[in-house]
Each structure stands twice: as C-alpha cells, then as structure tokens.
C-alpha cells in the first residue's frame, strides 16, 4: 500500500473515495500519527511473525505490520472499511482478510490453515466497546498465542496491569494475570485519532504463559466474577451468594484455601483464586449454573 493513512489528509481523501465515514458504534477511531502506529507494531511482531489484527481500519497499523510479518490474518466487522482494504492492500499476498464480527469468529476453522500451528502474535487498536471479551477471546483460544499488543482506553490497561492490593485491581486483572504477564507499554494522547475520542489510550503487552484450554479455567474464572461480584462484600459473603453455600461450608472452602474469609477479593493474587477454585471443586460445587466470564471489566 502506497498510501500514508495516518496523514489526516490522506485519510479523509481515502474516506471520501471510498464513501466511509467514521462509525461510533464500531468504536472507529483512526491512529493519525505514523509514529505510534510503527512503535506499536514493532513491540508487537519480530520479522517474519504470523500475526493476527483485531479491526485494521483503514489500514495505519495493517501497513506496518505488514512490513514484517509473513502473514497478517484481520478481522473487521465494517463492509465499507473491509471493502477499502481490500482494494488498498490488493498487491499484498500475505494479507487475509475476514470481513466478520471478531468476537463471533471461529478462529481454529479460519486461522488453522493459514498459520499451521505457528507462533501468532496479535496486534489491535482495539474497539472500546468490546475490549475485555476481545481479551478474553484471544487468551482462552486454543491457539499457539505468544503475546497480544494492543491498544485500549488508559483506564483498561490500568486495571489490566494493576497488582492485587491496588486501587484498580479487578476481575479483568485477576481472569487476564491467569494466562499472562501484562506489561503496560506507553500512554497515547487523544490527539494521535481521527476523530479524537474523549479518553487517553494507552498500549499494553500481554505474553502468554500458560495455555488455554486447562481443565481447570472454567472453575477459575467464574471463581474469579463470583468473588469480585460485589466489591465490598467479603469473599466469604460472595461465595456464599454466588455458589449457595452455608457459612460453614464457605468458611471451610476458605480455610483449605488459605485465604481469609473477611479479605476482599482486591486483595487476592492469581495463586490464592487458583486455591479457592482448586477447594471448591474439591467440596463438590457445580460452576456450571454460573454465568459466564466473558464480561469482567
Ligand atoms: N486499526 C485501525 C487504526 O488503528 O487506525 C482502526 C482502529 S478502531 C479503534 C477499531 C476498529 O475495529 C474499527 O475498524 C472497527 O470497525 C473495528 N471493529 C469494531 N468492532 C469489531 C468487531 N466486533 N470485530 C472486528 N472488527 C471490529
């Protein structure tokens, strides 16, 4: 592709030929500063990678990673930005689109193929309105993932990377720390998108370290939503709530853990939910009535 997209100008050219504007509902906003959209996709690829985008956009980080990897494999759920890049990146051969709703994909029956149980590396500006099943999606694929880098609201990388204890240690911190180490990259001014969304970004790095697909990631993650499901409660309280159980037995669960029963569930590390989800399926309890852990943020 020939065309410098994070130019404003040559992106509203672009636009206008090919009848595109940017759609809210889609969480479009458009990287216009080249230097960001290089830094990001240098952190995210080594040469010669297999890697997969979540929604290219008009294209400012796909021509970068382009650049270097073997194989870009992008999802994006717009018809009239899928249509543009496929006219705009019709010489590259090793670009595969999926015009598709990402969180709908299936990635083994799409990707497989393509990436023939390779290492991928996943880069994003990811939409805000989808970021934490977005996340959740890539580290529970059954997928040969190394690291996701990618790009979210300030305030979501914060809770991404936040250590127990601290003030934006959530869900999302807990059910992500299970599969990754989460590094907090740089911070992205509002001013560096067309158009200019109300928020900061920030880029973070998730590398994977241990695969998905464990036995045990069910009763871990809905462990992690029921003891998080009311923030002030204790975990004794949550657990009692979340899985019916009697005092006693909540109590017990707790004691085998380990862990305090008047602790918030802010104060616990990956290891300590491990522990209470490891003691739950131990005393026989059916996680299988709980709602899922898709939405954690
Ligand atoms: N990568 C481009 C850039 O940095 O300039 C665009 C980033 S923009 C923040 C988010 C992109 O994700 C848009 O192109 C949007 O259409 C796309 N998108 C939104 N929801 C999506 C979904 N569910 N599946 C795939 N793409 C999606």
Same mark, same amino acid.
């Given at each position: 592709?020939?065309?410098?997209?994070t130019?404003?100008?040559?992106?509203k050219t672009l636009?206008?030929?090919?009848?595109?504007?940017?759609l809210?509902?889609?969480?479009?906003?458009?990287i216009?500063?080249?230097n960001?959209?290089?830094?990001i996709?240098?952190?995210?690829?080594?040469?010669?990678?297999?890697v997969l985008?979540?929604?290219? &956009?008009m294209?400012?980080?796909?021509s970068r990673?382009?650049?270097?990897?073997?194989?870009?494999?992008?999802?994006e759920?717009d018809?009239g930005?899928?249509?543009?890049l496929?006219?705009?990146?019709?010489?590259e051969?090793h670009?595969?689109l999926?015009?598709?709703?990402?969180?709908?994909?299936?990635?083994?029956?799409?990707?497989?193929? +393509?990436?023939?149980?390779?290492?991928?590396y996943?880069?994003?500006?990811?939409?805000y309105?989808?970021?934490?099943?977005?996340?959740?999606?890539?580290?529970?694929?059954n997928?040969?993932?190394?690291?996701?880098t990618?790009?979210?609201?300030? @305030?979501v990388a @914060?809770?991404?990377?936040?250590?127990?204890?601290?003030?934006?240690?959530g869900?999302i911190?807990?059910?992500?720390g299970?599969f990754a180490?989460?590094k907090? +990259?740089?911070?992205?001014?509002?001013?560096?998108?067309?158009?200019?969304p109300?928020?900061?970004?920030?880029?973070?790095?998730?590398?994977?370290k241990r695969?998905?697909?464990?036995?045990d990631?069910?009763?871990? +993650?809905?462990?992690?939503?029921?003891?998080?499901?009311?923030r002030r409660?204790?975990?004794?309280?949550?657990?009692?709530?979340?899985f019916?159980?009697?005092?006693?037995?909540?109590?017990g669960?707790?004691?085998?853990a &380990?862990?305090?029963?008047?602790?918030?569930?802010?104060?616990?590390?990956?290891s300590?939910?491990?522990?209470?989800?490891?003691?739950l399926?131990?005393?026989?309890?059916?996680?299988?009535d709980?709602?899922?852990?898709?939405?954690?943020?």
């Amino acid at each position: 592709m020939k065309n410098n997209v994070t130019s404003p100008k040559v992106l509203k050219t672009l636009m206008e030929k090919y009848q595109v504007a940017p759609l809210k509902r889609f969480g479009q906003n458009f990287i216009i500063d080249g230097n960001i959209a290089g830094r990001i996709a240098e952190a995210a690829v080594t040469s010669g990678a297999c890697v997969l985008e979540i929604g290219p &956009g008009m294209g400012a980080l796909t021509s970068r990673l382009l650049g270097c990897a073997s194989i870009v494999a992008a999802y994006e759920i717009d018809a009239g930005l899928s249509a543009a890049l496929r006219d705009m990146f019709t010489d590259e051969t090793h670009f595969h689109l999926f015009h598709q709703d990402f969180l709908k994909a299936d990635l083994n029956k799409d990707l497989d193929g +393509l990436f023939k149980g390779k290492e991928v590396y996943v880069a994003a500006n990811l939409p805000y309105y989808i970021t934490s099943p977005c996340i959740m999606k890539l580290v529970e694929a059954n997928m040969n993932i190394v690291s996701v880098t990618v790009m979210v609201q300030k @305030e979501v990388a @914060e809770r991404l990377c936040a250590k127990p204890g601290s003030r934006d240690y959530g869900a999302i911190s807990a059910a992500v720390g299970y599969f990754a180490e989460t590094k907090l +990259l740089f911070n992205v001014s509002a001013g560096c998108f067309y158009p200019k969304p109300d928020v900061a970004s920030a880029v973070v790095q998730l590398t994977v370290k241990r695969k998905a697909g464990g036995e045990d990631d069910e009763a871990y +993650l809905k462990t992690v939503k029921s003891l998080f499901a009311m923030r002030r409660k204790t975990v004794k309280s949550n657990l009692r709530q979340s899985f019916d159980l009697s005092a006693e037995a909540a109590a017990g669960v707790l004691r085998e853990a &380990g862990v305090d029963e008047n602790a918030r569930a802010e104060m616990l590390s990956v290891s300590d939910f491990e522990q209470v989800a490891y003691s739950l399926k131990k005393s026989a309890v059916s996680f299988s009535d709980l709602a899922g852990e898709k939405d954690l943020m």
